[in-house]
């Protein structure tokens, strides 16, 4: 059975990040079973492009370690790259929860009150009461005073969606699957690497 090792950050960001090292603006790229680098690097931003291709090297290594670590036979399917994601978001939001919501759930009944708040907020060191009652107001959006756990769910997924993005740089919409050359619903390590390296033949290749 295979087991899922890395957090999301780790499973999609080392894994989908490195096969997109190709400018944007490339057109003199070789077509691999139909994908070309341009096509494969227009999912990156600007910015990661850069990065991409300023350590070829070092992005061709993470292409084979996060493929291993999701799974070890090195052949990672949809399936797996969903439930990746599925498992960081929800590593994610569990942390962000742990500390703006359910560290004063008092009762543990999976909602805080006002005074829930109040309680806690004499027990937090200084500075670190702020996240927590920011959190706190924003989520309670029915105004009548208590987060409860659907509240605080759905902004925790707003907040961790937006630090997630911010944090790497590149849409998290891209389909990692788009590196499936021979179009058979998987992608392997040979696969990967061609692909790595059609888009580092892009960034040579620019207008």
């Known amino acids: ?11 999609l960001a080392a894994f989908a990040i490195p096969f997109l090292a190709a400018a944007q603006d490339s057109t003199e790229v070789a077509d691999v079973e139909g994908v070309s680098g341009a096509e ?51 590593g994610s939001r569990a942390r962000h929860l742990l500390n703006t919501h359910f560290v ?3 009762d543990g009944d999976s909602a805080v009150t006002t005074e829930e708040r109040s309680l806690v ?8 009461g702020v996240p927590f009652i920011l959190f706190q107001n924003e989520a309670d959006t029915d ?6 756990l659907a509240e605080a769910v759905a902004l925790a997924e707003i907040k961790i969606a937006t ?3 911010r944090r790497r740089g590149w ?24 692909a790595f390296d059609l888009l580092v033949a892009a960034t040579k290749n620019p207008l």
């Open 1 to 11: 059975m295979n087991v899922i090792r890395l957090t999301a950050a780790a499973a």
């Open 143 to 148: 105004g009548d005073g208590t987060v409860s």
């Open 163 to 165: 630090q997630r993005n």
């Open 40 to 90: 494969l690097a227009a999912s990156l931003s600007p910015r990661t492009l850069s990065e991409i291709a300023g350590q070829p090297d070092r992005f061709r290594q993470r292409i084979v370690q996060s493929l291993m670590e999701i799974s070890p036979e090195g052949t990672v399917t949809r399936e797996m790259l969903d439930l990746a994601k599925r498992y960081e978001r929800a």
């Open 121 to 128: 907020l004499g027990l937090f060191q200084r500075g670190q």
């Open 104 to 106: 004063a759930d008092l």
């Open 171 to 194: 849409p998290f919409s891209f389909d990692a699957m788009a590196l499936d050359l021979n179009d058979d619903g998987s992608v392997t390590v040979d696969e990967a690497l061609e």
